[in-house]
């Protein structure tokens, strides 16, 4: 058993991360769970993206930190660009020389393993020698392919092949992320989640982390109002269920607050500096998570993203909308922020849906054992039964 | 000039390392100044130390965290120890090996670059191959002790050669840092303060972060209750000298106002895992000034140590207290933590100083370009005279 301090709420977390990890992650990348084998205290030793630049304009400086990679004339590096901003300003702002690739990506469908092998190949076929680094710019998703295409460059493979906990054995190509989105806190993960043939569920490994971000502010202008919301959402969730997760410690506490009280002053208050608020929330809010786990809410989300296709954020925002039991305040106040910019769920999702699918999204959510024990402790099976997570999907 | 953002009320801040460094650092180690080259807004790419384990008892997982870096049966750590704990239950808890060495240090002054120097001549003595890591146990004296003589045992000549900014040129022997005080920020600092027969000033480089932290909030037991709170005041001061200065961007004030918090909570609030929210603030506080710089206070408090041999901490605390004209607000509730816990400053301590030695700490203070230039703007020469200054000293 968890080695239990006095004085103090919280068990202490166990991170040992070879030891039986128990189930999917969330985004934020912890590996968490109790410690049973002997009574002491274990945590992780986590690794933390080691170059950071932001601010407003800082994008300008993406060529200048690139140049040290630029070994010789063959030399190129891979710019994998969410494709819509094709066409756009950004694109032309990107510092391509040389040989550079741009290769634009599509996130229409969240990244699944075999575009994942599509990209690889095709950067594979493009040049005899593997590329100086790889930029991912957009949003999570981009992110995400950016992280996969670097580590399967040098893993042999499919991407399929190393879906899980430490699965991958060779460092990544250098990858840097320039995020255009704020929420998912992909920029400081140490997964990428893919929908492969068996399951979602991300390649998390320390060499999964980008080697450095670059955060500037004034990139998350324009994009639609409701993508802003669900993707800055996203971190707001994780905030309410690290904060209310039984593997809460003082680390993950002090960046959980401060990033829920930055969501609030993006979402229910005016700020000239909304944007550089809310990329700050959305590091600190992936930052909560490396000592912490997300909660019932991500577990549900991930059944209906793997059944329905429904992309992560926005069903983040469909489940929660039902969990006042479990995050009575937490849900309140994101109630408080759908009516301040006049979002509307979508309803009735499952409402036609057969057993079998229905049945398949229960076994998704209750597949991830770490997120729910995080929730309801380690007795979380004896609450959250098939029956109750059937029900709650079926009011959504 | 530098760049203005419509909306915001503080400048960009330059960040480009290499253009024009002012004058000397704080402990948390920015490298701040406006660009005045041209009108493009650029940001330091800023380094952070990459991996991190927090935990209470997590002292006992350095064995493991080291035994990767024992290559052969010829390597050996060095244990850079506080010798306040010698013969105390930290020292016989130390994992040694081998041929691993123990390193009492003693830190009753603040590291001198000779001593540093004798250092690394003992550890070079000591075997014929360089040791495969420098662990520094202790506080920031002990972690800088730690920095410099893994820097300086693969850069050669004295340590006072590389006091300033990037004057290294070869990476540091691997280094962990395992604080048992906090507050200096000392363990994500890029700089290692030393005083030098010439001048108080770090050895200021990405080289000189460390490699790992490992954070025990058991370990900031017993420590003197002075010394617990002069050393979380350097923390506290760092923020409000953050918070308040013109540098000041979202990054570093998330990062400040939370560790300003959390240092509300350990001195005004009572909290079982004290300990643990301390740390925390230390972190926060060094990583709040990574994009911003401290101010006044830190300025005069160079003087202070540097002509009166006052350590940092302390030196803080006394000039803060004679501070009210520029931090109105910090200073008030200082007050309040100070008499929270029946906190004497040492009074009078320039009364019989002679006018040379006065003329230096003047001196000393106003140096420090970067630091006034956050306090009070570009134009600060015209409003911090020396005339004020020495006012000011007199007071203390």
Known sequence: ????????????????????????????????????????????????????????????????????????????????????????????????????????????????????????????????????????????????????VS??????????????????????????????????????????????????????????????????????????????????MDCYIHDVESLNGKFINAFSMAYGEKSQELCRQVFLEDHADAADRLMMASYFGGMSIAYSQVGACHALSYGLSYVLGIHHGIGCCIAFDYLDDFYPTGVAEFRKMMTRHGIQLPRNLTKNMDQQSLDKMVKTALNLDPLWANCLGPDWKNIMTPEKTLALYKRM
Chains 1, 2 share one sequence.
């Open 1 to 148: 058993m968890p080695r239990l301090l006095p004085g103090l709420n919280y068990p202490v977390l166990c991170g040992r991360e070879r030891l039986a990890p128990l189930g999917e992650l969330a985004p934020g990348g912890g590996i968490c769970h109790f410690h049973e084998e002997d009574s002491t205290a274990m945590y992780r030793n986590f690794s933390i993206v080691p170059k950071i630049i932001f601010g407003r304009g800082s994008f300008n400086q993406l060529d200048d930190v690139l140049s040290s990679r630029r070994a010789n004339s063959d030399s190129y590096i891979v710019f994998v660009m969410d494709d819509v901003f094709a066409g756009k300003p950004l694109e032309k702002r990107i510092p391509l020389h040389g040989k550079d690739f741009l290769l634009p990506v599509n996130v229409d469908d969240e990244p699944k393993t075999s575009y994942i092998d599509k990209l690889v190949a095709q950067i594979k076929a493009y040049a005899p020698q593997l590329p100086a680094g790889i930029i991912g710019i957009g949003g999570g998703a981009a992110m995400d392919i950016a992280k996969a």
């Open 151 to 232: 580590l399967l460059l040098t893993n042999p493979g499919s991407s399929a092949d190393y879906q899980g906990w430490d699965l991958i054995t060779k460092p990544a190509i250098y990858h840097a992320a320039v995020p255009t989105l704020a929420g998912t806190g992909a920029e400081i993960s140490r997964t990428c989640i893919l929908t492969g043939p068996e399951k979602k569920l991300g390649i998390n490994s320390d060499y999964t982390l980008f080697d450095q971000i670059l955060f500037d502010p004034e990139l998350l202008a324009g994009v639609p109002k409701d993508q802003w919301f669900y993707t800055g």
